[in-house]
């Protein structure tokens, strides 16, 4: 029951949902998605409102169980998780302005005071051994209900009229993407913003696609721009 062996902070973006969190999310909906439980989304690269911090998200070992304000399953739900966090590779669980997570696994339920106060959702993050081993049929092992389904996928948000940009494009689509990629690896030297597709830009696409698991051509088209935009 419940002993954790640690927390693993988040480094950089990966560009992907992990398995374990997509079998989590799933297992959820099979459960709840009749009580109201929804996919309020896994992957975001983004830092932790508040802090510089890259969130759990970003590695897609976070989810965000969706539920409705004030479902007193949602609080079992949230208890269960910590209880059985050993089983599941649960190291963190923020819900209903409380925080559990494994670098205090003793000292239970703690006030979480982070700009969000999370009443309309569970959030609950993945050790990496977890993240890539945890399936929806290991979760129901553990929780029981009738979770298993396809998970319902969370809205990406589309490329838009972006354009195909490689080596040698200049604009403001490479300044874009510049941005976007030193927000992603805030561990790496900074790309200059000058809206200039050199060698340096070139390399950090083919690193993100190849940590993406996406094509690794160095051309931004649309399902790198997809990824880039967060989906
Ligand atoms: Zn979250």
């Not at 896994?42 to 004030?70: M, Q």
């Amino acid at each position: 029951m419940g002993i954790h062996t640690g927390y693993e902070p988040a480094r950089s973006c990966t560009g992907s949902a992990t398995p374990g969190a997509r079998a989590l999310m799933s297992w959820f909906l099979g459960a709840y998605s009749a009580q109201g439980g929804r996919n309020l989304g896994i992957y975001n690269c983004a830092v932790i409102p508040g802090s510089t911090s890259t969130s759990l998200h970003g590695e897609g070992r976070a989810t965000d169980l969706g539920v409705p304000v004030g479902a007193g399953w949602a609080q079992v739900l949230a208890d269960r998780l910590v209880a059985l966090s050993a089983e599941l590779g649960v190291q963190c669980v923020i819900y209903n302005r409380r925080i559990w997570s494994g670098s205090y696994p003793h000292a239970g339920w703690r006030p979480y005071n982070g700009t969000h106060p999370h009443t309309d959702h569970l959030h609950v993050e993945l050790s990496w051994n977890s993240a890539r081993t945890l399936t929806a049929q290991r979760v129901q092992q553990v929780l029981g209900g009738n979770g298993g389904g396809t998970p319902a996928p969370a809205p990406t948000p589309t490329p838009g009229a972006r354009p195909t940009i490689r080596r040698g494009s200049t604009g403001d689509a490479v300044r874009e993407v510049q941005r976007i990629l030193n927000a992603w690896y805030p561990g790496l030297a900074r790309l200059a913003v000058d809206g200039d597709f050199g060698p340096a830009t070139e390399a950090r696409v083919k690193y993100m696609q190849s940590r993406a698991g996406l094509t690794v051509d160095g051309i931004v088209g649309p399902n790198t721009w997809r990824r880039l935009l967060g989906g």
